[in-house]
């Protein structure tokens, strides 16, 4: 069974501090991950793909890779109260793109 | 610009009755997939399609028959609708980026079967 296993949370930090969500995962295999981020009664809204070892920066996101630990974490730089969201981290287990595998998400509340 | 969008957005439907949600799409992605998502469980991917007319089963299908005769429009039927279908309902269609794949997800259909 290939899994992909997120602390559901729910993680709190103050605004304006790091927010480390992070994301393990079974498959060796896996090709590629992601980042959703998913509002309370909304739908999983794409912010991070990764899929190389190492770090890449998007703004105040910067998502880290380690294949050899199968590690996947998303760091959010000076938090607000408008991060306050359901995290979802996703792996794409096949080349083809069509099995990606979610896990149950991680609650970050952000307090002013 | 929609992108995705499902239709209807809330259904209340009974056990046995059959019951089909829409997913239409305006970017001409050829990739569309439907999950669910249930508390407890995460998304999980029901039925993906690769183009018109080619589908394919994800990792909870049974119960669900989909169909594309048109590369924006991906269907998903509840033949006989179950308590257990009581669930919200995500299409998403995917773009290529390079060496990965994008989804983008629709708005959801909360479906309850009473």
């Known amino acids: 069974q290939k899994e992909v296993e997120q602390n559901s949370g729910p993680l709190s930090v103050p605004e304006g501090a790091i927010a480390s969500l992070n994301c393990t995962y079974s498959d060796r295999g896996s090709q590629s991950f992601f980042w959703y981020r998913q509002y309370s009664g909304k739908s999983p809204e794409l912010i991070m793909f990764i899929y190389s070892n190492g770090d890449k920066e998007d703004g105040r996101f910067t998502a880290q890779l380690n294949k050899a630990s199968q590690y996947v974490s998303l760091l959010i730089r000076d938090s607000q109260p408008s991060d306050s969201a359901t995290y979802l981290c996703?792996?794409?287990?096949?080349?083809?793109?069509?099995?990606?595998?979610f896990g149950k998400g991680t609650t970050l509340s952000v307090s002013s | 610009d929609a992108g995705i969008t499902q239709s209807p957005r809330y259904k209340i439907t009974e056990t046995g009755r059959q019951v089909t949600l829409m997913c239409h799409q305006t970017?001409?992605?050829?990739?569309m997939f439907w999950y669910r998502q249930d508390l407890g469980h995460g998304l999980r991917l029901i039925y993906y399609?690769?183009?018109?007319?080619?589908?394919d089963k994800g990792e909870v299908p049974d119960g669900y028959v989909v169909s594309r005769s048109k590369t924006e429009n991906f269907p998903l039927t509840l033949e006989s609708a179950t308590r257990s279908q009581t669930s919200v309902y995500f299409c998403?269609?995917?773009?290529?980026?390079?060496?990965?794949?994008?989804?983008?997800f629709g708005p959801g259909t909360r479906l309850t079967v009473t």
């Open positions: 998403a269609s995917r773009v290529t980026s390079g060496n990965t794949y994008e989804q983008y």
């Open positions: 996703a792996v794409n287990l096949n080349q083809a793109g069509t099995a990606l595998i």
């Open positions: 399609s690769a183009a018109a007319d080619i589908t």
């Open positions: 970017w001409s992605h050829s990739y």
